[in-house]
């Protein structure tokens, strides 16, 4: 594209301040459980002065669209068309929606569900869903295995006879209240943000200029959310409901890398969520997009080759320095902010919590979700060289129904070395 | 934290000007095949003066380390500790490395293997790795399908006897060259970096306010490289080599939903690399962080909802249509930077392509490697759901050996509606 085709060259805005504004954007009262009086979340890049939001959606593939737009196959005025777009079943609103202290990290309307905010859209505002709930069926090979050594049986509705399994799921964006945020960590709102801005290398000045606007979207993966068995059942005191919350691990997850539990574990979640749907409950299992204990897998790389070269080899007693020395902090996941996603749900109690973190039950129960029983990893699904990161949780204070490793047996605990390989 | 313990109460720069730094930063030459002159790539957030790119590491994760410090539990000025953690094996440097114009979007000197920059880190400079590459073993549930049926063979080394396969993996984040970024998309680069700028919700003001800054480190997920077999038969030509690039598609790669051939295909992949290792080639698997067409999960689970409930069906003939409909174009992954991975890895012929997409045999051919053969998905690996999808690619240009499905046929076929599930 030249610059004469290019209909955009005018003053560039480096950041916004509220004086520059005549109007006012649209007003959020954060918490409100009346979605007409907590307004819209708009963060659109057409009509800026529309914008009552900071960042944008679909976090950092943003970066993509402005390539599109750049290259020109995309329009800068494109206004997505929802038609037929809207969830496959309606999710809350619960009790939660209307706590602005339980929400603070996703919102709660974000599906546009019931059409909500239709009339806003028909005068040309550009409000997005953040929320999406759809249908599908899914198959995953270690259940078939399951259902052949008779731990799982076919039901036809919820397991199918060629193992597949029917599921609701959600795909949930991050939309952060600043304050509530802040909050919740225990920090002042204006420390948040300029912490946010400075240390991410300058992103959204907004963060600084624009206190007025205290909703933001951070360019940060999101939650996905799969629901086995009736969605009423989720809320239902009467039925049963088993829950994982399951942390990315893309080596694990999709490739199987046996240095960790994350794919076994997420799988016998799956497994447990499946039973609990077939006795008439419901199972849930999160996804959040935390590679690497929110720290991106060119850190966990640096930390696995520092685990397995350090002298003595792979050891659970120094399991988490390793990610400390190059990190800083041995996990950077924020528990904190993850139970909003079970609030969204209406979640006020789960009876299997498929789960050995203890910063998990602490975030969870913490925020007003009791927990009935905790399920450990089946010993015989660890695989061989996770047991270093596995003796090491629980002598950190993970779940276990077992003996805690002394330090005899940690330093003991010791991993394959790349000599092996 | 409260005010009094923080330390940082200074004036917010918003945005850096190159009249604000009595010294120019080290400088870098991209391009150029000596490290040394080529220079490190410092996007340190400690002293801000030492900083030659815009943006910083690990991508959005940034805002996990933005919270780590505002939360207090992460000193601001923490220095990664990087001992151990260099590549187990070296990669590079090939030709084109020293070629501006074959990679732009990566740095190809990141995993600072040989103790690079060693000498500046020491006198305080906090220069991080940008790739990290390890070794693991793997274990895929459907690879001991194939073991079993007689499709793959365990020889010891890269296929064990348990099903383990032998890798060297990758971490890869993103580098952009700007300058080199807009030339591949025949875009000025002062319009590339205002759009990024602007159609971001306003990332980084350095992107307009620092054009002396061309190197920018974007917060959307790299790539991962899955190496089976000896390295150095990547760049033999007498050696054969097969590659599948794979972009991410969480609910398939992970949770085996049939509306895709994600998953099967990736599997289909491994299979093929494992066999070009086995008979003494190499092969490499590289899957990049493009979820849902670099859309992300929320625009594609609004277009699946709008393509299985719109009249008459699920249809390959409106299969891209609505994705149209709701992101404006039915695809936003650029794979016209994606082949610098490939050249990163030195890459110059390709002997099997397990992939069908015309976008990236175009890519990898334009960026002047050869393409001998193209792998298409077997037949009885796609789910019958995902006909849609497969028939609709073929149709728009994607490689078969098999009859292009005309209009009739792909306005009969037709996916599963959600009143059956």
Redesign the interface.
């Known amino acids: 594209?030249?610059?004469a085709q290019?209909p955009?060259h005018k003053h560039?805005v480096?950041?916004?301040h509220p004086a520059q504004f005549g109007s006012q954007p649209h007003p959020v009262q954060w918490g409100n459980p009346n979605p007409q009086e907590r307004g819209p979340i708009i963060?659109t890049?057409g009509n800026l002065a529309h914008?009552n939001a900071?960042?944008?959606?679909?976090?950092?593939?943003?970066?993509?669209?402005?390539?599109?737009?750049?290259?020109?196959?995309?329009?800068?005025d494109?206004q997505?068309?929802?038609?037929?777009?809207?969830?496959?079943v309606s999710i809350g609103p619960h009790p939660s929606w209307g706590d602005p202290t339980k929400i603070v990290a996703l919102d709660p309307f974000g599906a546009l569900d019931n059409h909500l905010f239709a009339d806003l859209r028909a005068e040309g505002y550009d409000i997005r869903?953040?929320?999406?709930?759809?249908?599908?069926?899914?198959?995953?090979?270690?259940l078939q295995?399951a259902v052949a050594q008779g731990r799982l049986k076919v039901d036809g509705k919820i397991l199918k006879e060629n193992g597949?399994l029917?599921v609701t799921?959600?795909?949930?964006?991050p939309v952060w209240h600043l304050p509530g945020i802040a909050k919740r960590?225990?920090?002042?709102e204006s420390?948040?943000r300029?912490?946010?801005?400075?240390?991410?290398?300058?992103?959204?000045?907004?963060l600084?200029?624009r206190p007025d606007l205290e909703v933001f979207?951070?360019?940060?993966?999101?939650h996905?959310v799969?629901i086995l068995g009736e969605i009423e059942a989720i809320t239902d005191p009467d039925k049963p409901l088993a829950v994982r919350i399951h942390d990315e691990c893309?080596?694990s997850?999709?490739?199987?890398?046996?240095?960790c539990t994350c794919r076994p574990y997420?799988v016998h979640g799956i497994e447990v969520a499946i039973q609990t749907a077939q006795v008439g409950g419901a199972g849930v299992i999160i996804?959040a997009r935390?590679?690497g204990r929110?720290?991106?897998?060119?850190?966990?790389?640096?930390?696995?080759?520092?685990r397995?070269?350090?002298e003595g080899g792979d050891r659970a007693d120094t399991y988490f320095t390793r990610t400390e020395?190059?990190?800083?902090?041995p996990d950077?996941?924020?528990q904190e902010i993850m139970p909003d996603v079970m609030h969204w749900l209406g979640i006020t109690r789960i009876d299997q919590f498929v789960s050995m973190s203890n910063m998990k039950y602490d975030a969870v129960t913490k925020s007003g979700i009791e927990i009935v029983e905790r399920i450990t990893i089946p010993e015989e699904l660890i695989?061989a060289?996770a047991m270093v990161e596995i003796n090491a949780k629980k002598a950190a204070g993970y779940y276990t129904e077992g003996e805690v490793p002394d330090e005899t047996v940690l330093e003991k605990t010791i991993g394959?070395q790349?000599e092996d390989?």
Chains 1, 2 share one sequence.
Not at 54 to 62: D, E, V
Not at 169 to 173: D, F, G, N
Not at 194 to 206: A, I, V, Y
Not at 294 to 306: D, H, I, S
């Open positions: 594209m030249t610059s290019s955009r560039i480096l950041t916004s963060a890049l914008r900071i960042g944008t959606h679909s976090g950092g593939y943003a970066v993509y669209r402005a390539l599109a737009i750049a290259s020109g196959s995309l329009k800068r494109h997505a068309d929802l038609t037929d777009t809207s969830p496959t869903p953040s929320i999406a709930i759809t249908k599908a069926h899914i198959n995953i090979p270690e295995d597949e029917v799921k959600a795909a949930i964006e960590f225990g920090v002042e420390d948040l300029r912490t946010l801005f400075e240390q991410t290398g300058g992103m959204f000045p907004e600084v200029t979207l951070p360019p940060i993966g999101g996905t799969y893309n080596g997850d999709v490739f199987g890398s046996d240095i997420l996804y935390k590679e929110a720290l991106g897998e060119v850190t966990k790389f640096l930390v696995y080759n520092a397995k070269r350090q020395c190059v990190a800083g902090v950077m996941r924020f695989p060289d394959r790349y390989a």
